[in-house]
T-cell receptor, first 110, second 114 residues
């Protein structure tokens, strides 16, 4: 699986969009980008995944660059409950054997 | 649906003791896995199973055994606990088919080995 690089931490004001970047310059053509988050030592929670097209669901949007070397997770209106560690993972289509890095600590502040 | 359940929530063991961490899911998922998370670190894959009767090793399998006799259950056995196995253990499951590849994680078991 390709290695991903994320900033250690980010702050975001409540109600504003949170944009979390991820670099995956060595991603292969059949690897997907998955995002999970972990709130206060709970089990990780799936957010979204994509291959090359932008994706949106009820939680977030995923923007993948055309060359697929980087992506951005967007939480459109961050709330205090979105404070968590966010993990960007490049893996196969089925997303089963996940390799977690250190992730990005997102702090949403009022 | 209860989702993925794990027992116990907390456990303290002495070095050399053995125990089994339980994991069960009621979503009829084929794929199940175990991860450990050390303080300040991401999760690491210990063992996984693609269906009943089939298991395989992940990134950090040493010191752990698994078996998968039913679709619902995937227990993790510590044969002889060591302080290095102090960690939080998460079980996860997912469906191998369909269009959704979301993994569902349990609440975790916090294990301390003294």
């Amino acid at each position: 699986d390709a290695k991903t690089t994320q900033p250690t931490s980010m702050d975001c004001a409540e109600g504003r969009a949170a944009n979390l970047p991820c670099n995956h310059s060595t991603i292969s053509g059949n690897e997907y980008v998955y995002w999970y988050r972990q709130i206060h030592s709970q089990g990780p929670q799936y957010i979204i995944h994509g291959l090359k097209n932008n994706e949106t669901n009820e939680m977030a949007s995923l923007i993948i660059t055309e060359d697929r070397k980087s992506s951005t997770l967007i939480l459109p209106h961050a709330t205090l409950r979105d404070t968590a560690v966010y993990y960007c993972i490049a893996t196969d289509r089925y997303g089963n054997k996940l390799v977690f890095g250190a992730g990005t600590i997102l702090r949403v502040k009022s | 649906n209860a989702g993925v359940t794990q027992t116990p929530k907390f456990q303290v063991l002495k070095t050399g003791q053995s125990m089994t961490l339980q994991c069960a899911q009621d979503m009829n998922h084929e794929y199940m896995s175990w991860y450990r998370q050390d303080p300040g670190m991401g999760l690491r894959l210990i063992h996984y199973s693609v269906g009943a009767g089939i298991t395989d090793q992940g990134e950090v399998p040493n010191g752990y055994n698994v078996s998968r006799s039913t679709t619902e259950d995937f227990p993790l056995r510590l044969l002889s606990a060591a302080p290095s196995q102090t960690s939080v253990y998460f079980c996860a499951s997912s469906s191998s088919g369909g269009s959704s590849y979301e993994q569902y994680f349990g609440p975790g078991t916090r294990l301390t080995v003294t």
